[in-house]
């Protein structure tokens, strides 16, 4: 996950672009006629990001940000000791009811209109509160998972089998996060306490008239148009939007089928989070060190037929890149990563070349595009005709554990492999189902 910096332009706000609007919405959400010629998209122009607002908090003792642990784990590869905060109740110490926390998730849907299009959040406000980010599931199998295919050539990351996922959990119906969280430090099983839940909260629906400027339509080769929004311009909206959130809350901003661009063009970012300290982290006059620090994350809901673009090759291609795998990645980076400031060792993957060298503690970027089928979704099924591009299920992201950026071998913090392994624990919330050997065993260097 890239880490650009956004100064003065965070601040800016255009008077008129932001009003309040009726939740109303047709049966996709996404309407209109372009007024511009989309510009088709290929493969190679085409990789999905995500990336982080904001320069990191150094969290104090405070009660005004969302409930948080802190502890610190020695890297044998480098010798140093890492310090990281994560959202919940601390693992390691909690007890009891003490072990579960909730936090309130307020979902501001996000109504884009640009060249022609309007690309309506609430249509998909009920998919969302119906997917596996909210809805209760059975985390001890999925029925498909990412394949690695012709990785690096094309197809890559297609529909391959399920099989066993969190067989601590398995009879034990979970939110994601809470699923993931549980997996990570092996609080599983049905008498396990440990719980980190989202209890989601509608907010009225926000339109956003996004200048002809500030963006481009693009077309995929399946015929899906989407926006990709200078990322620059949408920041500084949704930053307008969290400065008036709770900070004991998670602020969620759910756009339908938005994507963003970088600075000279580089497509697409399809999600980030971050966080704003009163006073950077130092408070303000009146606070006497308890400062304000506001965590958000921002997501677009990912239109079946955006990823799978490559014309005469066997579909489907970026498989699991659909429907909230944008959001499933930011909140997992969030709960990691709440204050965005959790720094390890550097990593480099094969599998997301997009982000490069980084050293951020950033669980989703290493696996952005590998996934797993869970739930029902009936929405958007079968919407493009000539290709099948969906399959009935949602398609949540894998996340990488804090042993994989920590290179502890053995892994005993985790959740055992399905499988018996040398290394004990997984890597990832995947574990075995990942199909690439660099997630079962620890991060290698740049």
């Given amino acids: 996950m890239k880490r650009p910096l956004f100064p003065a332009l965070l601040a800016v706000v255009a008077v008129g672009l932001l009003t309040a609007t009726p939740a109303l ?27 982080t607002i904001g320069g990191g908090a150094n969290v104090l003792p405070t009660t005004r940000t969302v409930a948080h642990w802190w502890d610190s784990a020695m890297n044998p590869d480098d010798g140093i000791t890492y310090g990281y905060g994560m959202v919940g109740a601390d693992p390691n110490t909690c007890s009891g009811s003490g072990c579960s926390v909730t936090i309130q998730a307020d979902i501001t849907p996000l109504i884009v209109n640009f060249d022609g299009m309007t690309y309506d959040g609430t249509a998909v406000v009920g998919p969302t509160l119906d997917s596996p980010v909210f809805a209760g599931n059975d985390y001890g199998s999925t029925p498909a998972a990412t394949a690695e295919g012709a990785f690096p050539d094309y197809p890559q990351l297609i529909n391959g089998p399920g099989g066993t996922l969190s067989q601590g959990d398995a009879g034990v119906s979970l939110q994601l996060e809470d699923a993931t969280m549980r997996a990570q430090f ?25 200048p002809h400027n500030q963006g481009v339509l693009r077309e995929s080769p399946q ?10 311009w949408w920041a500084a909206q949704i930053k307008n939007l969290e400065s008036t959130a709770d900070p004991t809350h998670l602020p969620i901003y759910l756009s339908n089928g938005v994507l963003l661009q970088e600075g000279g063009g580089g497509c697409c970012v ?14 303000n006059g009146n606070s006497n060190g308890n400062a304000v620090v506001q965590t958000f994350a921002w997501a677009s809901w990912v239109t079946p037929g955006t990823y799978p673009r490559v014309e005469g090759r066997p579909l489907p291609t970026d498989w699991a890149l659909q429907d909230i795998h944008a959001l499933s990645h930011e909140i ?18 094969p599998t997301a070349p997009q982000y490069g060298c980084t050293n951020i503690l950033e669980t989703g ?15 958007e099924q079968n919407e493009l005709s000539g290709e099948q591009m969906t399959d009935g299920y949602y398609h ?15 892994n005993n913090v ?33």
């Fill in 223 to 232: 015929g899906v148009i989407f926006p990709t929004i200078n990322i620059n």
């Fill in 414 to 446: 985790s959740e055992p492999t399905q499988s018996p392994s040398p290394n004990g624990g997984r890597y990832s919330l995947m574990g075995d189902l990942n199909p690439f050997p660099g997630f079962r065993q620890p991060a290698t260097g740049c």
């Fill in 186 to 210: 092996n609080q599983v099983g049905a008498g396990n306490q440990y719980h980190l839940i989202l209890h989601p909260n509608l907010l009225p629906a926000v339109t956003l008239n996004v």
């Fill in 270 to 283: 399809i999600g980030f989070h971050g966080t704003r300290a009163t006073g950077f982290g130092v408070g």
């Fill in 396 to 410: 949540p992201e894998d996340e990488v554990f804090l042993p994989w950026y920590m290179r502890l071998a053995p």
């Fill in 365 to 379: 970027d290493p696996v952005v595009g590998i996934g797993f089928a869970m739930g029902n979704n009936s929405f």
């Fill in 25 to 51: 919405a047709d049966k996709t959400g996404i309407s209109g006629k372009p007024t511009t010629t989309p510009q088709p998209i290929d493969a190679q122009s085409f990789s999905p990001t995500t990336t």
């Fill in 332 to 349: 997992a980076e969030w709960a990691d990563d709440p204050f965005v400031n959790n720094t390890v060792e550097q990593w480099l993957t």
